[in-house]
């Protein structure tokens, strides 16, 4: 077995067409007629292009737009004066065009593969991509025509070029593995979209194997397996078949309402870091923001976020949501997460420390930035703001009397929001737990942040691998909590939601159910699972199985019960 990055879930089984590297060699002579070598570049260029917008325009019917932007993008850069125009001068100068289309491209592809960001180095693949592209053009190499392979064809190649991708007609691709790439690369990204299962950064696997040796994709796990045996062969059989009817099972649940088997409607919310994950959270069918983890803009700068550039944020999430909810949590730094333009003080016990809310009260100045951009945004849908690590019932009033001060602000400049904006609190320690009657009253409504509230219930780090074997929201304490919280957010009259990853867990739904939780708010791929397991149970029966584990000592007696009485 090969062990991979499982880039596109689902089991693929067939027979592998090596996909070869061509060696991209050429005579690099000095050029006497340079205006002939000119015409060869561009004729090499014009035929680029031409076949990059067809590929382009043939992914877009067949795949999306999103996807076809990968090649456009490659007409953009190829069309760019600062690369095709110095490629032309490098020929005019006597270079033949390989040696000058080499040259310019590895100079980009130097520069952007240094840089920090993800995205950056992504256009350092997409500029080597051209390069190949236009290279294989000059040099007259035709590839392996990966529109024509056959049926149950499971693909190997060192790395999946957008170009490549283009032509898989997904029927007859039941695999991909490749030696490079990663989860968010190209070749991942155009997998996941033909859903085609694939195993990327298997070491050498082109020349591990040959064409028409059986492979088992697990795109699920990462597992890649070659001629294998009967019996990994005949289990593998039944996952693909398992996967497939669970997949198609899910699919039914895509624009559908969220509702028990008993018919009470629920909702079912996203967890988010950017306004672009908005877009992902409604693409999945998501129902609303439960979470906006808005760190993520402090983090992916080098300097505070002004009022502007946060209103833009904000307000772009809100109008992508159309009006449905979008719970903004403020700013919770501190613990694992370090700003370091913020100069934050290191401290023995940051989890216990200043963080969160405590941090925002102590910097009102930059917390009522915040404030402002979230309260303005809400003239454009339906925002409400949650405040992470509340503590004490001072704290919550603390943050409505700033946003008390701040609409009397925006009154008096003439600026639009939403007058009856909601403030809740994450409910998230066991101080807040314990005193969920008290912050119940202060609040519009609750949001129980389980992977803190496991974190101090237990008194365990959340990060710390020699005590994750006390880290489990089943432990008996952390399900009383969730239940008392829940209970008091009712007893209150204001909804009480989670948006901790307990939200999504199967074994977990029952007992939120039974408990009257009625927002659950997940990670965005996690909606069709989590409306697919709601269905599944009436209040009837939740009950019945909250009954018995609440009566139940330990946490291995729990989840070995819960996964008993399981419904997937
Ligand atoms: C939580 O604590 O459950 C939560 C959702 O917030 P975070 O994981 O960002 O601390
Ligand atoms: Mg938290």
Redesign the pocket.
């Known amino acids: 077995m090969y062990l991979g990055i499982p880039a596109s879930r689902g089991i693929g089984i067939g027979s592998i067409c090596v996909i070869a590297e061509h060696e991209l060699k050429y005579d690099n002579a000095k050029i006497e007629d340079t205006e002939a070598e000119q015409k060869r570049f561009s004729d090499a260029i014009e035929k680029f292009k031409k076949e990059t917008s067809e590929m382009a325009e043939d992914i877009r019917k067949r795949i999306g737009p999103k996807e076809a932007e990968i090649l456009e993008g490659h007409l953009v850069m190829i069309s760019d004066p600062s690369m095709s125009g110095e490629m032309n001068k490098m020929i005019a100068a006597g270079q033949c065009a390989e040696a000058a289309v080499e040259a310019v491209c590895d100079m980009f592809i130097g520069m952007f593969s240094k840089m920090d960001d993800d995205m950056m180095r992504q256009r350092a693949s997409d500029i080597s991509d051209v390069k190949v592209s236009l290279l294989k053009i000059l040099l007259g190499i035709e590839d392996v025509d990966i529109s024509k392979v056959a049926p149950g064809t499971v693909l190997v190649a060192k790395d999946l070029t957008p170009s490549m991708t283009s032509q898989i007609h997904k029927e007859n691709v039941a695999g991909i593995i490749t030696e490079v790439g990663g989860k968010t690369s190209h070749s991942a990204i155009l997998a996941r979209a033909l859903e085609i299962p694939a195993v990327l950064s298997v070491p050498d696997i082109t020349t591990l194997v040959k064409d028409k040796d059986t492979a088992i994709v697990d795109g699920t796990e990462g597992n890649v397996y070659i001629n294998p045996e009967g019996d990994i062969l005949s289990s593998y059989i039944i996952k693909r078949e398992e996967f497939i009817k669970k997949q198609a099972e899910l699919k039914n649940f895509l624009g559908k309402e969220t509702v028990t088997a008993d018919g009470t409607s629920l909702e079912l919310f996203c967890?988010i870091g950017t306004p672009k994950d908005a877009k992902k959270a409604v693409e999945c069918d998501g129902e609303g923001i439960g979470?906006f983890?808005s760190?993520f803009l402090f983090m992916d700068n080098n300097h505070l976020p002004s009022e502007e550039e946060q209103f833009a944020a904000y307000k772009e999430a809100a109008e992508v949501l159309g009006g449905k909810a979008v719970i903004i949590?403020t700013l919770?730094i501190g613990?694992d997460?370090d700003i370091p333009y913020l100069n934050m003080k290191k401290e023995e016990n940051p989890f216990l420390g200043y963080r969160a809310v405590r941090y925002c009260l102590g910097n009102r100045d930059t917390y009522k930035v915040q404030l402002r951009a979230i309260i303005r945004a809400s003239a454009f849908g339906k925002v409400k703001i949650m405040v992470?690590l509340v503590t004490c019932v001072e704290e919550i009033r603390e943050v409505k009397a700033l946003v008390a001060d701040i609409k009397k602000d925006l009154d008096a400049e003439g600026i639009a929001y939403d007058k009856n904006i909601e403030v809740g609190c994450?409910i998230?320690t066991a101080s807040a737990s314990l005193i969920a009657d008290l912050l119940a009253k202060e609040s519009d409504f609750f949001?129980?942040?389980?992977?803190?509230?496991?974190?101090y219930t237990m008194s365990v780090d959340?990060g710390n691998a020699d005590v994750a074997y006390l880290y489990s929201t089943f432990q008996p304490s952390v399900l009383r909590s969730i239940k008392h919280i829940i209970e008091c957010g009712r007893a209150a009259g204001i909804p009480v939601g989670?948006?901790?990853?307990?939200a999504a867990d199967p074994l977990m739904i029952p007992l939120l159910i039974s408990f009257g939780l009625t927002e659950f708010?997940v990670n965005p791929v996690l909606v069709l699972t989590a409306r697919c397991i709601i269905s599944k149970w009436s209040k009837a029966e939740a009950d019945e199985l909250a009954n018995k584990v609440m009566n139940l000592d330990t946490e291995k007696e729990i989840t070995k019960l819960l996964k008993k009485e399981a419904k997937e």
Request: aromatic share 0%.
């Open positions: 967890n979470l983890r760190e949590r919770d613990g997460k992470p994450m998230e949001s129980i942040g389980t992977n803190d509230l496991t974190q959340r989670m948006c901790g990853e307990a708010s």
